[in-house]
């Protein structure tokens, strides 16, 4: 437990971000791997995609305190899975990417 100070959730940090600096740098593909010009999102850029991303699990028909798996890198979809589904109330299941189909059923 954390004493002193306000508690903040990654998704109310995130939306501070994009109000005080919303077109800052939020997440950068420095190699240009999957962002040309080695850019990725401004803080706006990814609150904005993790809106969507955490209003589109909700209508598939997860609920809040649901568990999502990913099997994301440590790319910029990595960021966004972590502030959608977290916004949307769930909790992220990350999945190492070595893993087969027959390790991840397991």
Not at 41 to 53: P, S
Not at 71 to 99: C, E, N, V, W, Y
Request: hydrophobic residues 40%.
């Amino acid at each position: 437990m954390v004493k002193g100070g306000n508690a903040m959730i990654i998704g109310d940090a995130l939306k501070r971000c994009a109000g005080n600096y919303p077109d800052k740098p939020a997440v950068r593909d420095e190699y240009g791997k999957y962002f040309p010009r080695g850019f990725g999102y401004t803080y706006r850029e990814l609150f904005d995609a993790a809106n969507r991303l955490a209003n589109s699990l909700l209508k598939l028909g997860l609920e809040k305190g649901d568990r999502v798996a990913v099997q994301t890198g440590t790319g910029i979809g990595h960021f966004l899975s972590i502030f959608g589904i977290t916004k949307a109330g769930m909790a992220i299941a990350p999945i190492d990417r070595s893993f087969m189909a027959d390790e991840i059923a397991f």
